[in-house]
């Protein structure tokens, strides 16, 4: 889930928020990644953002919540699990979950990601007019009231961000909430991969 509206005007939550969810049945070690995120179409890199740090590690069926920047409008968030100052835009915007805490020095765009800076993007959205996604284009567009969410309660992972991903309103949940499950998926990485075949840049 990824919401990037928080605090803005009408905004149901203070802050910004990327929320992880293992879709597994195996427990997946967040130690030493990262949430990356990089603007629209700019040509600023993910490495130009504040990279906020992951630990600890992701039961099956387990959420976690990424608190990121925020303003005056909204409720708080549910306690986060990893905190960062990354100011998300609410409408559009790329976000990787990348297997290292160094920033990537590319953003897919004007300055397109090498087949290492690839693979080590371990998942990634791209939502509304991102240039830089997954499959066959970006995932819908979100707003101040709306995140962007995988499909089938988080289970659904082909690659592809526009089939992946439907709008709703922003339900942030952390290592604490009831934990959703699914079957074996298919990528047994559990929370998605992001390959050089599956990830698709567009035109700036």
Sequence with gaps: ???????????????????????????????????????????????????????GSLAPGQYYLVQLAGGSTGAALPTPDATGTTNMAGAAGKVGLVNTTTGLACNGGSTACSPTQLAQIVDLVGYGTANFFEGSGAAPTASNTTAVFRINNGCTDTDNNAADFVTGAPMPRNTASPSGSCALPSNPTGIGAATPDAVTPGAD
């Design 1 to 55: 889930q990824v919401y990037g509206g928080g605090g803005n005007s009408g905004a149901p939550y203070t802050n910004d928020f990327v929320e992880l969810f293992n879709r597994s049945t195996t427990t997946v070690s967040l130690s030493g990644w990262s949430v990356q995120y990089a603007s629209t179409t700019g040509t600023g890199n993910f490495s130009a953002n504040p990279i906020t740090a992951l630990s």
